[in-house]
């Protein structure tokens, strides 16, 4: 059986999980009318040229919005329950689905300043933490 959870790779989203793996986010950019752009693609959403390329993000973001998820029968998810499933807004624009971790339901503040870090497992996924907070080690994804 395959984890639910654990994205499918191919030739175009490579260089992003590889990124991911070394510890990096990467983001999509238009060279025609220079938005950035998430979850990547292989045109630009806002023109629709195919003149993108990857860039490093900065690993900096704010937080939008979030919700604590206490109930989640779907594997792996019921493992990590509660979680903090989050939409954070890039520092290069885009906004992003992502988990916050090492943080505390009271301690969510909109607008409150994050930093990316890795889910380590099959696949290194990018979650965000508060950029205040002391880098904890992740938790392993379930096999």
């Given at each position: ?19 991911a ?27 629709w ?36 499933a ?58």
């Open positions: 059986m395959t984890d639910a959870a654990t994205p499918e790779i191919d030739a175009f989203t490579r260089p992003y999980w590889d990124a793996a070394e510890g990096h986010l990467l983001i999509r950019r238009c060279g025609v009318c220079g938005r950035a752009h998430h979850y990547p693609r292989e045109f630009c959403p806002y023109c040229s195919e003149d993108v390329t990857w860039e490093r993000a900065s690993g900096r973001a704010t937080l939008y919005t979030w919700s604590v998820i206490h109930r989640n029968d779907l594997p792996p998810f019921g493992a990590r329950v509660p979680y903090t989050a939409v954070v807004d890039l520092a290069e624009g885009p906004r992003m689905m992502t988990e916050v971790v090492g943080c505390g339901e009271a301690e969510l503040r909109i607008g409150m300043e994050l930093v990316v870090g890795f889910r380590e497992g099959a696949v290194a996924v990018p979650v965000f933490r508060a950029s205040f907070a002391p880098t904890p080690p992740l938790p392993d994804a379930p096999d």
